[in-house]
């Protein structure tokens, strides 16, 4: 419980200092207009007050990645702790912040118009190709998910069926204004989101669940023996850091209407999401006695059952009772749920700014939004495990590329771009050693993986080098 709680105020205290700090870096100015105070178009466009945006922001965020990937994390062994902390102060937040900022500063432009004007015209026509794949691969996972579980829940209504019904709201969602659907339902879904975390977190106080501690089990106790570096990264990926959220953030940043609320909102959102997945590290390492049983449990379960959702739901019921594990269950669904409608409405936008296509009639958001339906429907016929170890992947490499974006702004601007950096060059590492190594990539040898992905990484490096070396010859 000592780990627990310590990585919570750390967490609380890194938004304060480190937070401020950051915000420092980038510049905030309330004295610059944002987007939605000079071009209001009523549709994306639209002036919410900040509470709200930070619920909208959270809600976005807080898909299925730091409950699922969380459960799942922790079966590394208390180094999962580790990297949702640092991770979430140095990597995750960082990343969400100066993603959304910089939106703000563009216009309310979407990640791949601006990877594009750092990166430059050949890598903003990838990020746009990678970056709707992957809403729509999120969009496709985060109807998978809640359907499984509403499944569960609700027997007599066959999983595919609620796939339906989850697929619908999502098509409302991609197609009305935001303030008509997504700016009402999402305080209702916060709530259920907030009660499911502050609910399994009391029921382990309660309970005195045996949450191992940091010292004890800090080594790698996966029984198959995958490493900590990068399987566990990539595991872990929205309650630490997650290039999903750049895609969201331009969403928010459409909204804003001060600068200075940047921090609250962005930074702010993602250590909400930290807090979450340490709840649920610690909820799924302790409820089946020891990490060792979570790990029986999970391999006595069917080979293509979603085993995450069942331990999940099992966690909700059995402490929470079954008012309150109801209540909790909604707040797992909603946050899929509101991950998944952002993520196909992100969709239509990316495209929307790429063919500079007018999404103010009906129509045109059709005209966009029905290919992406499609194709997300059939994506909705491949296996759950497969989804999400791709999504993983590509959600933490889509991270690599906005990381080396905000470095290079951050550097032409003459501020700190280590803050940036730093993490760009971790993630690199990470997500190229990962594709190498894994079954579903290269499946190369272990320390093979390791070494290309380290000269993928100093490869990087260098080019980042040569353009500040440029930057500053043409001062």
């Known amino acids: 419980m000592i780990t627990l709680l310590s990585s919570i105020l750390i967490l609380i205290l890194g938004y304060i200092f480190y937070g401020t700090f950051v915000e420092k870096v980038f510049g905030a100015d309330s004295k610059r207009k944002t987007p939605a105070i000079a071009n209001p178009d009523g549709v994306d466009y639209v002036p919410l007050p900040w509470w709200r945006i930070f619920l909208i922001q959270f809600l976005n965020i807080a898909g299925l990645g730091p409950i699922f990937g969380a459960v799942m994390g922790i079966m590394y062994g208390t180094s999962a702790f580790l990297w949702i902390v640092l991770g979430t102060i140095l990597f995750g937040s960082v990343h969400d912040y100066v993603a959304g900022m910089l939106s703000v500063r563009k216009n309310g432009a979407s990640l791949p118009e601006i990877v594009g004007e750092q990166l430059g015209k050949t890598i903003k026509l990838i990020m746009r190709i990678f970056s709707v794949f992957l809403l729509i691969l999120v969009g496709a996972v985060f ?9 569960n829940i609700v027997p007599s209504i066959s999983s595919m069926w609620w ?7 999502y098509g409302l969602a991609t197609l009305l204004p935001i303030d008509k659907l997504i700016g009402k339902l999402y305080p209702i879904f916060g709530l259920c989101l907030l009660f499911m975390a502050g609910g399994v977190l009391f029921a382990m106080i309660s309970h005195n669940a045996p949450i191992p501690e940091l010292w004890e089990a800090i080594n790698n106790q996966q ?8 399987m566990m990264f990539i595991s872990i990926a929205c309650g630490a850091i997650s290039g999903f959220h750049a895609t969201q953030s331009p969403l928010m940043a459409r909204c804003m209407v001060d600068e200075k609320l940047g921090k609250r909102i962005f930074y702010g959102a993602m250590v909400c999401e930290g807090i979450i997945a340490l709840i649920w590290a610690a909820a799924g390492s302790s409820f089946y006695g020891s990490i060792e049983g979570l790990q029986d449990f999970v391999a006595s379960l069917p080979k293509n059952a979603n085993k995450p959702a069942i331990v999940v739901q099992q966690i909700s019921n059995s402490w929470l009772g079954v008012v309150g594990g109801f209540i909790a269950m909604l707040g797992v669904i909603a946050a899929p749920l509101t991950s998944g409608d ?3 409405r992100s969709a239509r936008l990316t495209i929307a700014d790429f063919l500079k296509y007018d999404q103010k009639p009906i129509k045109n958001r059709l005209i966009i939004s029905i290919p992406i339906f499609v194709l997300t429907f059939i994506l909705l016929q491949i296996n759950f495990d497969i989804l999400w170890r791709y999504f993983a992947w590509g959600n933490q490499t889509l991270a690599v590329f906005t ?16 803050i940036t950096l730093i993490p760009a060059l971790f993630m690199t590492a990470t997500c190229s050693t990962y594709i190498l190594f894994a079954p579903e990539g290269g499946n190369l040898p272990y320390y093979l993986s390791v070494a290309l992905g380290l ?3 100093i490869t990087t490096l260098c080019f980042f080098i040569r353009s500040m070396k440029l930057f500053k010859a043409n001062l």
């Open 342 to 344: 952002t993520a196909l």
């Open 143 to 151: 109807v998978s998910g809640p359907a499984d579980i509403l499944d």
């Open 455 to 457: 000269v993928v990484t």
């Open 403 to 418: 990381l080396w974006a905000a470095s290079i702004y951050l550097m032409k601007q003459r501020r700190n771009y280590f």
């Open 223 to 230: 029984p198959k023996t995958l490493p900590i570096f990068p």
């Open 163 to 169: 796939a339906v019904i989850v697929f619908a709201y």
